[in-house]
């Protein structure tokens, strides 16, 4: 099994930024690809962000909508990954996830389906 905790989310002003943080916890061997999901209200949970571990050059991927705008990174020591969100749009605006998928699962990384772990969501909200 593995856990999830995310932290982070808050409420902002358009062009404002905020760091999100997730701590992993449990079996290691579980922990694949690692990612950030967003979903808004009466919207399908789309794919933000995404990492594997050691977050290696070409190990990473991002919607186009936060390219640019949006980092992913990982502290292995402290088994953390982070989202830094700059820029933030009233579009930015969802309940944010970070999850985990198996390594033995094979999918685009956007997919949540393939997606085993998840946390339990922190909230963004960016006022115009």
């Known amino acids: 099994q593995v856990q999830l905790v995310e932290s982070g989310g808050g409420s902002v002003q358009t062009g404002g930024s905020l760091r999100l943080s997730c701590v992993v916890s449990?079996?290691?061997?579980?922990?694949?690809?690692m990612g950030w999901f967003r979903q808004a209200p009466e919207k399908e949970r789309e794919g933000v962000a995404a990492?594997?571990?050691?977050?290696?050059?070409?190990?990473?991927a991002y919607a186009d909508s936060v390219k640019g705008r949006f980092t992913i990174s990982q502290d292995s020591a402290k088994n953390t990954m982070y989202l830094q969100m700059n820029s933030l749009s009233p579009e930015d605006t969802a309940m944010y996830y970070c999850?985990?998928?198996?390594?033995?699962?094979?999918?685009?990384?956007?997919?949540?389906?393939?997606?085993?772990?998840w946390g339990q969501g922190t909230q963004v909200t960016v006022s115009s």
């Open positions: 999850a985990v998928r198996p390594p033995w699962l094979h999918s685009a990384w956007f997919n949540p389906e393939p997606y085993k772990y």
């Open positions: 449990g079996d290691t061997n579980n922990v694949g690809l």
């Open positions: 990492i594997f571990p050691g977050g290696a050059s070409g190990s990473i």
